[in-house]
């Protein structure tokens, strides 16, 4: 059975799902319990399962991420809400030294199948200490895998697989996706970490896209559909692994590519991301890789100067004009 739902009600209902098939599996975060977190998304859990389960924790990233590591090297499967992306920061030493170092430190011998679920991005007025884009700081990480779903059902497919994977998964979500709908089914499924989507098939150039970017891309490509301007739409899904091969078949066909991404300009995923392509399409593109990004900026609170900051359909827009008129 399939039915609209919204993205948030799509991970409220894998986690369900999940914790009834797998009592192993249990959440912890600031306010996920009563209060259902910070955006709705655990509303309701805490009456279906005890707080054993649904645990409401002290501010303390720091306490929240060992005692999630602590309890996957015990053979538990716990899925941590970070309230804001922003705050991964403070645990980052226990997340890039520890979970994503133990399995390889101790042989084999030892994993931690943790999940870390956490909202990202701007576009709501919440400033520069709760709106960054911080993924792309993790790619130089080994043992993490890194999921930006960029739909309701993705994400609900992704969040199953992360939460079967042995490995720590940073998982983010963007704030501006929770509300978005779409047809999901009601059954548990999965989608395989590392597999890219084609979301618009296109002939004339690739966007390359992640997260709520996704979501604009598609509509400038159904905009400029109607001037005989085929995009063709790409979603990692997933930035580590990367699934390369589907990205660079894109760009081998259309022989031009724009890449855009919500993080800033200076270190984003898309600077790794580019220099893949140009290794291995540099011949059959037509003119160079173009980035659309956040500026190199923090994010400001006021409302037009956020928007100036963040990318829109308008810029996504300027680059596909602009490198279609090019040439090499």
Same mark, same amino acid.
């Given at each position: 059975m399939t039915r609209e739902i919204s993205y948030a009600e799509a991970v409220r209902e894998c986690l369900r799902q999940q914790m009834?098939?797998?009592?192993? %599996?249990?959440?912890?975060?600031?306010?996920?319990?009563?209060?259902?977190?910070?955006?709705?998304?655990?509303?309701?859990?805490?009456?279906?399962? /005890?707080?054993?389960?649904?645990?409401?924790t002290p501010i303390s990233e720091q306490g929240i991420v060992g005692l999630a590591i602590g309890a996957a090297l015990m053979g538990m499967r716990p899925v941590v809400e970070i309230m804001f992306s922003d705050f991964i920061m403070l645990p980052l030493e226990q997340?890039? +030294?520890?979970?994503?170092? %133990? #399995?390889?430190?101790?042989?084999?011998?030892?994993?931690v199948p943790m999940v870390i679920r956490t909202p990202g991005g701007g576009g709501i007025g919440l400033a520069a200490q709760h709106s960054q884009s911080i993924e792309g700081i993790f790619l130089g990480f080994p043992g993490l895998k890194i999921v930006l779903p960029s739909?309701?059902? /993705?994400?609900k497919g992704l969040l199953a697989s992360?939460? =079967? /994977? /042995? +490995? *720590?998964?940073?998982?983010?979500?963007? =704030?501006?996706?929770?509300q978005t709908k779409?047809?999901? *089914?009601? =059954? *548990?499924?999965?989608?395989?970490?590392?597999?890219? #989507?084609?979301?618009?098939?296109?002939?004339?150039?690739?966007?390359?896209?992640t997260s709520y970017m996704v979501q604009k891309s598609l509509k400038v490509a159904q905009k400029l559909e109607s001037e005989g301007i085929s995009v063709e739409v790409v979603d990692p899904r997933t930035i580590k692994p990367l699934d390369i091969d589907t990205i660079t078949d894109s760009v081998k066909k259309t022989g031009k590519a724009v890449l855009v991404e919500e993080a800033c300009y200076t270190g984003g995923f898309t600077c790794f991301l580019a220099s893949e392509i140009m290794k291995h399409c540099f011949d059959w593109l037509d003119a160079p890789v173009v980035r659309v990004t956040s500026l190199d900026c923090p994010i400001p609170y006021e409302h037009n100067l956020? +928007?100036?900051?963040? *990318?829109?359909?308008?810029?996504?827009? =300027?680059?596909?004009?602009?490198?279609l008129a090019k040439r090499i």
């Open positions: 009834k098939a797998d009592d192993k %599996i249990f959440m912890l975060g600031e306010d996920v319990g009563l209060y259902g977190g910070a955006f709705g998304v655990s509303v309701g859990l805490i009456s279906e399962f /005890d707080s054993e389960r649904i645990m409401d997340i890039a +030294n520890q979970a994503a170092k %133990i #399995h390889y430190m101790f042989g084999g011998k030892a994993k739909s309701a059902y /993705d994400v992360s939460i =079967k /994977d /042995d +490995n *720590p998964v940073l998982f983010f979500e963007h =704030k501006l996706l929770y779409e047809d999901v *089914p009601e =059954k *548990p499924y999965e989608i395989e970490i590392g597999k890219a #989507h084609i979301k618009r098939q296109g002939s004339d150039i690739s966007v390359v896209a956020e +928007n100036v900051v963040i *990318p829109d359909e308008a810029k996504i827009e =300027k680059a596909i004009r602009e490198l």
